[in-house]
């Protein structure tokens, strides 16, 4: 029998080329498939929620595959675990609906991003945090943030390069975003975004924070942050913000 196993997943990404397997450098798909390949005795294709880029970091991805194993799920996460490196840990392991799609099931996620904003990072804080040395008003990220509820085209906060926008198909740069925030860092000088929606576009939301760092320190103001978000020029928008301040951290199903 044919079963439709889910996994729930947390890594450290700084190690590798992001999730999608690829010729040449690690990734996370390819590590995962490599260790679930020498259990199950057979190759598999695992079905991620999403494609991470290099360095970022996930709390809570989701991914499935299809295999005739009979391993018990709690025997299955307890034998991968020990096959996996430590910056890759199975948090969960069961079999889904023959129907379930970690990617195309998913109804939303969410991203954090973390910066800290001293004028100096520690060492051990620079492969989770962005650094963004300066006063930062929250206040007014907030309310730029704000702008971004609903759906809209966010071709400007989209990677260059990511798509051709001459092919109409599917969604386009259309997301729909449910919630947004940004408030200080509990123990450190700095923020955390929280960016909820249906979906993200590559690089979407760390130029989102690119862009919002540059209305918290007052060098662009909410107007302008509104003109770039419904001008759909991505070269109206910020520098895109390192990859190793964000983390995707659930999705939702």
């Known amino acids: 029998m044919m079963r439709n196993i889910k996994l729930l997943i947390a890594f450290d990404g700084t190690a590798y080329s992001g999730w999608q397997r690829q010729k040449g450098p690690p990734t996370i798909q390819g590590v995962l498939e ?10 598999v294709t695992l079905h991620g929620a999403g494609r991470t880029d290099a360095g970022v970091h996930a709390l809570g991805m989701v991914a499935n595959f299809h295999t005739t194993a009979k391993i018990p799920c709690q025997g299955f ?4 675990n020990s096959l996996l490196p430590d910056d890759i840990k199975i948090l ?14 998913a109804h939303g996620k969410t991203y954090l991003y973390q910066a800290i ?51 109409k198909r599917g969604r386009g740069a259309v997301r729909k975003i ?7 860092l509990i123990d450190d000088n700095g923020f955390m975004v929280t960016i ?16 919002l760092v540059e209305v918290g320190s ?10 770039i978000l419904y001008c759909r ?8 913000a390192l990859a190793c301040g964000l983390f995707l951290r659930e999705i939702f199903y």
């Open 196 to 211: 909820h929606g249906d979906g993200f576009l590559r690089h979407m939301v760390r130029n989102i924070v690119g862009t």
């Open 178 to 184: 449910f919630a947004v925030g940004v408030a200080p």
């Open 233 to 240: 020029d991505r070269f109206a928008a910020g520098a895109t």
């Open 92 to 105: 969960g392991l069961e079999d889904a609906p023959a129907g379930f799609h970690a990617r195309f099931s």
């Open 34 to 43: 490599d260790r679930i390949a020498l259990m199950t005795g057979g190759s």
């Open 218 to 227: 007052g060098k662009k103001n909410i107007d302008n942050f509104a003109e």
């Open 117 to 167: 904003t001293a004028p100096v990072i520690m060492p051990v804080k620079r492969l989770y945090y962005s650094h963004f040395p300066g006063e930062f008003n929250l206040s007014r990220m907030n309310e730029a943030l704000a702008l971004l509820i609903g759906e809209h085209d966010f071709s400007s906060f989209e990677a260059a390069g990511s798509r051709d926008p001459r092919i």
């Open 77 to 80: 996460m307890k034998g991968l």
